[in-house]
């Protein structure tokens, strides 16, 4: 048997607490994931904005759309791709299952180092 072993943290979210339009962040092994309950579903992506590492949990959530506080980037919380500038890079997307009482979040336990430098610069 061959092979790397990926770790991954699992985040639940209790979605009586996650109404519908609204958006929270977690941490997880380090690293801010915020999980976003749409109409479409819950989703979830990283809470820090691509452009100047401004926290998305602040700012705000419309439709599958996140705008970040700083400089009004926006990103699809579908897939993390970058809708609006002033951003370039898109933000980590991670895996989403959920029932209609839960979501469960997976993050590679790695994660926090794959993404370190990729920052757009002011």
Known sequence: MSGAITAEITLAIDLADLPVGE???R???GRAVLVCHTRE????VDDLCSHAEAHLCEGRLRG???TCPL???AFDVRSGAVLKGPARQPIRSYAVRSDRARAWVTVP???HDADASSADPL
């Open 23 to 25: 958006m929270i962040a």
């Open 27 to 29: 941490e997880a092994g």
């Open 41 to 44: 579903g819950v989703f979830a």
């Open 64 to 66: 599958i759309r996140v």
């Open 71 to 73: 400089h009004g980037a």
């Open 109 to 111: 336990a790695d994660a």
